[in-house]
């Protein structure tokens, strides 16, 4: 099977809806598919408002984050979080329990690709959200 080119592809067909993510995100969080999912492969753009962020999760095969604009933060369980700009990628291990999200005083929009089943946990408690501080 061929490979497929989508011109503009944010512009047009999947990425023509934008969906408000609600149970497994704290705050207001908004997905825009990029291309429709194929094979496990998931392409979204994620706006994250100030101060949002993710449950806890893990992507089966892994994922790849690309920050597009704004400033957040990446944290895997059991670290402290890290602070992720525009232009940054993270890549996400299979498997690695993590979350991200917005900078309280900043957007955050990110790609993400993600490989495989998402295995949702539970939401990001005060004490961890505030682990960001220190
Ligand atoms: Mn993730």
Not at 73 to 99: N, S, Y
């Amino acid at each position: 099977m061929p490979c497929t080119i989508i011109p503009n592809s944010s512009l047009s067909g999947s990425g023509s809806s934008t969906a408000k993510a609600t149970t497994t995100f704290t705050g207001d969080v908004y997905m825009d598919k990029i291309a429709p999912p194929t094979d496990g492969i998931m392409s979204n753009h994620v706006t994250f408002l100030p101060g949002a962020r993710t449950f806890w999760h893990h992507h089966e095969n892994g994922q790849i984050l690309e920050v597009k604009a704004g400033s957040g933060w990446i944290c895997d369980k059991g670290e402290r979080p890290r602070r992720i700009r525009t232009g940054d990628l993270v890549q996400c291990p299979a498997g690695t329990v993590h979350w991200h999200g917005a900078d309280e005083g900043s957007m955050l929009v990110h790609l993400a690709v993600s490989l495989g089943k998402t295995t949702w946990f539970g939401e990001v408690s005060e004490e961890e959200w505030r682990a960001r501080e220190g």
